[in-house]
Nanobody, 115 residues
Framework: QVQLVESGGGLVQAGGSLRLSCVVP????????MYWVRQSPGKGLEWVSS????????YYSDSAKGRFTISRDNAKNTLYLQMNNLKVDDTAVYYC????????RGQGTQVTVSS
């Protein structure tokens, strides 16, 4: 079982920024695409962003495009998500995952955006 440990969530006002991190120790991190998914209250898991192994290719959901930036440091086995101009609708538990469906994900980090 792959261990993924997210951090960096918190309470922020709308328009603010947060940077999430995810450490994946003991995993072939550099050889794996990585993903961020989120779950808002009362909703299912939602794919947010993906990044290739190199990491030249990045993809975003429509809601994240233009505001979020995914990145990775293969030397540190760490995945990041820079979130700018946060909106109330971004309130969710954010997970890093080794698959786009979020089947293999960490414990998550709570992001709460207040109006």
């Amino acid at each position: 079982q792959v261990q993924l440990v997210e951090s960096g969530g918190g309470l922020v006002q709308a328009g603010g920024s947060l940077r999430l991190s995810c450490v994946v120790p003991g995993f072939t991190f550099s050889s794996s695409w990585m993903y961020w998914v989120r779950q808002s209250p009362g909703k299912g898991l939602e794919w947010v962003s993906s990044i290739s192994t190199d990491p030249k290719r990045t993809y975003y959901s429509d809601s994240a495009k233009g505001r979020f930036t995914i990145s990775r440091d293969n030397a540190k086995n760490t995945l990041y998500l820079q979130m700018n101009n946060l909106k109330v609708d971004d309130t969710a538990v954010y997970y890093c995952a080794t698959d786009a469906a979020g089947t293999n994900r960490g414990q998550g980090t709570q992001v709460t955006v207040s109006s």
